[in-house]
């Protein structure tokens, strides 16, 4: 590998949108820096099932949802 090409990897800590944090490995900002973040896990509509509306374009999220139904029941 060629020195000197790669950024610095060290420890940061996250904060959650709802006030927990957990400390990880990042090339953002500076060792101990904090990233607060405005969209996580638990407020996204795609991770939380939201009211985002699906298109159904082509019968493609009807044959997704016949594929799977009862998957995790």
């Given amino acids: 590998m060629k ?7 060290h420890r ?3 904060v959650m949108t709802d006030g927990t944090e957990f400390v990880t490995y990042s ?3 500076a060792e101990g820096d904090t ?3 405005d969209i996580d896990s638990k407020t996204h509509p795609a991770w ?3 009211s985002q509306h699906l298109i ?3 019968g493609r999220l ?3 949802k016949r ?3 009862g998957f995790l029941k």
Avoid: S
């Avoid at 020195?3 to 990897?9: E, F, M, S």
């Fill in 35 to 37: 990233l607060k973040l």
């Fill in 48 to 50: 939380t099932g939201g």
């Fill in 56 to 58: 159904d374009r082509g």
């Fill in 62 to 64: 009807t044959r997704f």
């Fill in 12 to 14: 940061i800590n996250v």
């Fill in 27 to 29: 090339t953002y900002g």
């Fill in 3 to 9: 020195k000197d090409i790669h950024p610095n990897y």
């Fill in 67 to 69: 594929k799977y139904e």
